[in-house]
């Protein structure tokens, strides 16, 4: 018996600007995330994967293509529909600097989510705070955080508040934009390492955006690549690291960043080697 799958997207169609200077910045995108799974986006800068993620979340509008989630189209929900499945979907940004307002407190930033939720669904000011409480130690911060200011935190703790905010609701789908990249090389790894055990815990579903294949695949059970708007390769995530098959695919992998100076040498070397092959041919 097949499981439905959390997210359904059929070749998705996003613009960019209006009139002559409309642009077409992703192009029949198609995929599926299974639930309680990771598919992992990854590109370089400009491939279209936050445009793919924003359009998936309701916040850009779609030019051709449907986006199903648990088998609902959401792509033509009116505004109210989309505001009721906001508790569903969250999202994670890649600046931990940017995306928490510096004048308030940690506490009423972790509210926010739970101000917008139909009124029925709401919470107490007394049930959100033991909430936030719980959710401050989940992911590793001490309860009177609340009472903080994000100009408090480093950026790995920042970054864990926004993770806290995102599971505010509760939700099912988590989409991850860039998460880890504007943190050292240690946090990232915690980072990373919080978000596997929160999805083993709590059954999320994520879409994890990335510029980097081998961070992407660190946390992903399927990768898409995306280049120019459109994917190129899509696989489960062992098989597209270890074994790429699009010439795109390979250039990410070789400027990857790695610990050892000696194998990210031998990759560009291969990679070399390879451009060589195809011009002979």
Request: contains cysteine; hydrophobic residues 35%; aromatic residues 4%.
């Amino acid at each position: 018996m097949s499981v439905q799958p959390i997210l359904e997207v059929t070749d998705l169609a996003v613009d960019h600007g209006s009139g002559r200077r409309r642009k077409r910045a992703v192009d029949h995108v198609s995929f599926t995330i299974a639930a309680g799974t990771t598919l992992g986006l990854v590109g370089e800068s400009g491939s279209g994967k936050t445009t793919t993620g924003m359009a998936i979340l309701g916040m850009l509008p779609i030019a051709g293509g449907s986006v199903l989630f648990d088998g609902r189209d959401i792509t033509g929900m009116r505004r109210s529909e989309r505001r009721a499945l906001g508790s569903e979907r969250q999202v994670i940004f890649q600046d931990p600097y940017s995306s928490l307002d510096p004048s308030k407190t940690i506490g009423y930033t972790l509210a926010e989510p739970c101000r917008i939720v139909p009124r029925e669904r709401r919470l107490s000011t007394a049930e959100i705070a033991d909430r936030s409480a719980m959710l401050l130690r989940r992911v590793g911060l001490s309860d009177d955080a609340a009472r903080r200011y994000p100009a408090q935190f480093s950026g790995g703790q920042r970054q864990r508040i926004a993770i806290a905010r995102a599971l505010m609701l509760s939700p099912r789908l988590i989409v991850c934009d860039e998460p880890v990249s504007a943190l050292d090389l240690s946090v990232q790894a915690e980072v990373l390492n919080l978000l596997l055990e929160l999805q083993r815990d709590l059954g999320l579903s994520l879409l994890f955006i990335s510029h980097d294949l081998s961070v992407v695949r660190h946390v992903s059970h399927t990768i898409a690549v995306l280049q120019g708007g459109q994917i190129v390769e899509q696989g489960p995530a062992q098989q597209v690291y270890e074994h790429p098959q699009n010439d795109y695919t390979r250039t990410l992998l070789a400027a990857a960043p790695v610990p050892d100076p000696r194998e990210q040498r031998l990759r560009r070397e291969e990679r070399q080697r390879s451009r060589t092959m195809e011009r002979t041919q």
